[in-house]
């Protein structure tokens, strides 16, 4: 069984990432750890409990984490996520607590008690919780298991300006920390994201299956559905954060490109670009840059886990 830590925004795809993390049998889920991004992080920390109540799976402690980017203001993607996060699913305060202690503590604790190469991250939103557990313990890097994290853009631009996907520009700084931690990291980043897009088809298959993990996941869906259409234009909106899960339950889903990764972080022009370079004779590889998914495949396996949970 792989050993997980969860680090997430929810965050409307992360709430079905974590959906489907709560329901793998076959992943063992440490901690959600949980960071303000797409809403605040004391909203994060919440949704994720939520969520955690919704699975079943109050065996699996939740940290709250940092509530404020590095360096940068705190921003927001309410009007992605609804202005609780969660789309509109009615929020309430959940029966369990967060555990004691801050993300990023958690996650320094979780990885350097186990062996090296054990434990894996999924990272869902702004790095903001990895970059303070790597200043707290910089072994980590080499400590970590795979770490598979969603952000960043390079083919088609960005998501929240022509530079840059939302994440990565939400806390820069966080990220290009990360990227130069020397942890070696699988990148989902928009080239691979955007081609899981969530079809009517797909949307209904989730619908119809019995769970309360699945139902939710399902509302989840059908919410990017409208506000992808009203916003972006887009008939079926990309599943961006449960592609890092689907990469770790089922690796072959994705082709990936070694790269050498920075950010920038100082242009208020082109704040959080991911500059991925492919061209890496000279400076060595850092990185994996998701290339190619396979929509389909990530839609089935998603289906098939949402529907074997609570
Ligand atoms: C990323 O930004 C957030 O709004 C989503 O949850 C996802 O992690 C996509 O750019
Ligand atoms: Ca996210």
Known sequence: KQSLIIDCDPGVDDATGLLTAFASADLDLLAVTTVGGNVSAEKTARNARILRQIAGRED???????????????????????????????PFEPAAPVAEGTAAEAIVRLVMARPAGSVALAVMGPMTNLALALRAEPAMAAHLGPVVAMGGARSEGGNITASAEFNIWAD?????????????????????????????????????????????????????????RRIVGWDAGPLHDPCTVAWLLKPELFELTPCRIAVETDSDLTRGHTAVEFRVEAAGANHFWATKADAAGVFALITEKLGEGA
């Open 60 to 90: 699996v402690p939740v940290f709250a984490g940092a509530d404020r980017p590095l360096r940068r203001d705190p921003a927001g993607a309410g009007e992605f996520h609804g202005l609780e996060g969660l789309g509109d699913l009615t």
């Open 172 to 228: 820069p700084d966080a990220a290009a920390e990360v990227f130069a931690s020397g942890c070696r990291m699988i990148v989902m980043g928009l080239d691979a994201t955007h081609q899981v897009r969530a079809t009517e088809e797909r949307i209904v298959a989730i619908e119809a299956l019995p769970t309360a993990s699945a139902r939710t996941a399902a509302a989840m869906l059908r919410f990017s559905q409208r506000v992808e």
